[in-house]
């Protein structure tokens, strides 16, 4: 009797696939817009006087959400009358829905793992499963439906979404975290081009070395962002720290009671990117709006400012003129400008890779310009993000200028950049007397110790000193100095003038000014071609190793090289073995390989090899 299964063809696994990325994209803004919705409620219940009922809560609980996607949102109930906007959003939500986008596309994605039975049990193999771009598109129609529904329902509460926000940039923020998630499950490749794009870009993209400089320029130009957004928030904590009792204020006369300083403290710590965005804006130069009608700058505060009160804000400067101490703040994007420059010398000229093959001065020019070019980029988009209108009077301009910040952030980082990288190129260059690339004596010529080599020769004394150098270049990294004795230092340390010797005496001697590697192995004893008896194409001698009288094999020598490679290897090796009688006695039973050896019969047949 055959048991049958059922077989589902592969265009039915591909429509169930895609199905499933469906419900991934629906379930993973499912799970975003709960989240907030319990966290929503919380507050809620834990105060003592809500404005109204749960579905209230529940629709600014979907609000939030949409505004954590960069909806815009809009407030009816004003003293006014007249509906006022809200635009700016706290970026610390945004990472919620994107990560979970982000991991629904990945999971998706993904090639199931289910193993192959037979060629004819009809086995799925990753070709079943959806395509990347039916993975992407099914990921973000299941993830834009749940936020149609989510705007809808936020209608009547008091805080709904734009309509047109739902277009841009909700959904160009939702498909691109699900492509950044397709791109990871593909393994983040770095190409092929695009079959529409112009054929030049298609081989500059082919070849290995343009995706190495892009990526350098990537590196370098993430590196400056970083250290903006550092420098910002340091800027903004400190301002915090001298102006704390009017922070102190602000954040005690927003709520009376604890649920909701809690919600206000939460608030803030939402918009803390933001304010590390606007003190970088600040440090740039063209700082941020305070309304339509005030500026400030570290040159100073311009006009009469319209503040809301919030803790965050005490952070201001005051009005007048810039203080040296607000001049200080144009360290930050000196120091992203360096950052630049120090990443994109560490790939121009590795320290590990020979001179030679060193970037050229055009090729470190052109990466530290890219990235930039990079850094102006990202600082548009972000500084673009950080802030937003508030209402439609004064407060209609709230946060910084994305079109002025973002040439600023190009100007520093090249002007201050490009010239950086070429001077920290031709330092990490420099000549091998200051000793701190790995490959001067290696990769250009021999060191000390090799030359003695040759000039001694001997298969046992390559072996040995091969052994020591695996050692030491094991070692070298955990060590430090004293490690690794036979190699260049990369450290820049030209004070030191001695060495640790390699003898057993463990006494220190000069280093030798021609060389500045020194052997870590003993010197040996007489060369085999000083010995009697020795020929060219002579055999080697059947006696055992502690017979002979040759001093390499002797006790102090195997001492001196033993202790040599304990000294390279950082102590991890024991110390010497002591001969003990026992050993001695033994050895001439181990000399023979196969003790049950038995000599042949003197009547009997000769045993063959």
Not at 114 to 134: I, K
Not at 277 to 286: F, I, V
Request: aromatic share 6%.
């Amino acid at each position: 009797m055959t048991q049958r299964s059922p077989k589902v063809t592969v265009r039915q696994n591909r429509t169930l696939a895609l199905l499933s990325a469906l419900v991934k994209g629906a379930v993973a803004a499912g799970l975003g817009l709960g989240s907030l919705a319990v966290l929503v409620m919380v507050v809620w219940i834990s105060s003592p006087y809500p404005d109204s009922g749960p579905g209230g809560a529940l629709r600014a609980a979907a609000g939030v959400w949409l505004l954590a996607h960069g909806a815009g949102l809009v407030r009816p109930d004003t003293l006014s009358g007249v509906p006022a906007p809200v635009g700016v959003v706290p970026l610390l939500l945004v990472l919620g829905p994107v990560w979970l986008a982000h991991r629904a596309a990945r999971d998706a994605a993904e090639a199931p793992d289910e193993p192959r039975e037979g060629p004819r049990e009809g086995a799925r193999s990753g070709a079943a499963g959806p395509s990347r771009a039916g993975a992407f598109c099914a990921v973000t129609a299941g993830y834009l439906l749940v936020v149609a529904g989510a705007a809808a329902y936020a209608r009547g509460g008091p805080l709904y979404a734009d309509p047109g926000a739902l277009a841009f940039p909700v959904a160009p923020l939702v498909a691109g975290a699900a492509a950044a998630g397709v791109w990871t499950a593909a393994g983040r490749p770095l190409g092929p081009a695009p079959s529409w794009s112009p054929l030049a870009l298609q081989e500059a993209v082919a070849r290995t070395l343009f995706r190495r400089r892009a990526e350098a320029a990537l590196r370098s130009a993430a590196a400056g962002l970083a250290m903006l957004l550092g420098g910002g928030a340091l800027l903004v904590a400190v301002a915090l720290g001298r102006n704390a009792a009017a922070a102190q204020d602000a954040f005690l006369g927003l709520a009376g009671d604890w649920s909701g300083r809690i919600a206000v403290l939460l608030l803030a710590a939402a918009l803390v990117p933001n304010a590390a965005l606007w003190g970088a804006a600040y440090g740039l130069g063209p700082g941020f709006s305070l309304g339509t009608g005030a500026t400030a700058t570290p040159l100073g505060l311009d006009g009469t400012p319209a503040l809301p009160r919030f803790p965050l804000l005490a952070a201001v400067p005051d009005q007048g003129a810039g203080s040296p101490a607000n001049w200080a703040a144009l360290a930050v994007p000196v120091a992203a400008a360096l950052a630049v420059a120090w990443f994109a010398a560490r790939r121009a000229a590795p320290a590990d890779v020979p001179r030679a093959r060193a970037w050229s001065p055009r090729e470190t020019v052109l990466v530290t310009g890219l990235a930039a070019l990079g850094c102006g980029v990202g600082t548009a988009l972000l500084t673009a993000v950080a802030g937003g209108p508030l209402g439609t009077g004064e407060l209609s301009a709230f946060g910084p200028v994305w079109w002025l910040t973002a040439p600023a952030a190009l100007v520093w980082t090249a002007v201050i950049g490009v010239p950086a990288a070429l001077l920290l190129r031709l330092w990490r260059l420099r000549t091998p007397g200051w000793a701190w690339r790995r490959d001067v004596g290696e990769a250009d010529e021999p060191s000390t110790a090799e030359v003695r080599q040759e000039e001694a020769g001997g298969a046992e004394e390559a072996e040995e000193r091969e052994q020591g150098q695996g050692a030491e270049e094991g070692a070298e990294k955990d060590v430090g100095d004293d490690a690794a004795p036979g190699r260049p230092r990369r450290r820049w340390s030209p004070w030191r003038r001695w060495r640790a010797a390699a003898g057993g005496d463990g006494g220190a001697v000069p280093a030798d000014a021609a060389s500045p590697a020194a052997s870590s192995v003993p010197a040996p004893g007489p060369a085999p071609e000083a010995a009697s008896g020795f020929e060219p194409y002579d055999f080697l001698p059947t006696d055992p190793w502690h017979e002979t009288g040759d001093p390499w094999h002797g006790g102090a020598a195997r001492e001196a090289r033993w202790a040599s490679l304990k000294q390279g290897s950082g102590g991890l090796m024991a110390d010497f073995p002591a001969d003990r009688p026992a050993d001695r006695a033994g050895q001439a039973d181990r000399a023979d390989p196969v003790p049950d050896r038995r000599a042949p019969d003197s009547g009997g047949p000769e045993a063959t090899p």
